[in-house]
């Protein structure tokens, strides 16, 4: 493997298999539809590639599946933490539906993440988030010229949610990247939630 954070093409395989096989698995229908996070909106969120960046799963009213993107930082002992955790940035210009990739209210994106763990807080697979590194994307957009950046989902041999990033245009040869934080357990200090 060449990069930070890259997952060897065997893994991924496995991951896929796993997350296709898994019985009950209420990821199932943001695997349906193709979530892109285009360089523009990262671009925004990032802060010029300074911040990591948080994707939360939600549901509308009717449960259609919803991705809301948002900038994040992790709080270290510099930040005068003792325990891991991360800080949204809750900038109402700079919270974004992806599979519309839309600017939404702080007020709706809430509402959408509340509804998804409404429906799913007691499934043993049960995460409202996964952190993602900013190396992640600064490879992607920046070195490889990525976009968008396809985000994708896969469950590791412990049944665990992995959520990975690749050039979509890079065809079978495609890097893959993983290395986020779900949460729980890791959560954020001040978050959307």
Not at 108 to 123: H, R
Not at 145 to 173: H, L, T, W, Y
Not at 179 to 189: A, L, R, V
Request: net charge negative.
């Amino acid at each position: 493997m060449a990069y930070l954070n890259e997952v060897d093409p065997a893994t991924v395989a496995q991951w896929l298999q796993n997350f296709n096989n898994c019985p009950n698995n209420i990821y199932q229908p943001f695997q349906k539809n193709t979530i892109n996070l285009p360089r523009k909106i990262y671009d925004i969120l990032s802060n010029n590639s300074v911040n990591h960046i948080n994707i939360y799963f939600g549901y509308d009213e009717s449960l259609n599946p919803k991705i809301i993107a948002l900038g994040s930082y992790m709080l270290d002992q510099l930040d005068g933490e003792e325990q891991e955790g991360f800080v949204d940035i809750l900038d109402p210009e700079k919270i974004y539906e992806l599979y519309s990739a839309s600017v939404v209210p702080l007020a709706t994106a809430q509402q959408y993440i509340d509804k998804w763990k409404q429906v799913n807080e007691t499934s043993s697979l049960f995460k409202v988030s996964f952190l993602s590194p900013r190396p992640n994307y600064i490879q992607l957009f920046l070195n490889d010229q990525a976009n968008p950046v396809r985000i994708f989902f896969g469950m590791d041999n412990n049944n665990e949610p992995k959520m990975m990033q690749k050039d979509p245009n890079a065809g079978s040869g495609a890097v893959v990247f993983d290395k986020t934080t779900p949460c729980p357990p890791i959560c954020g200090k001040q978050s959307i939630i």
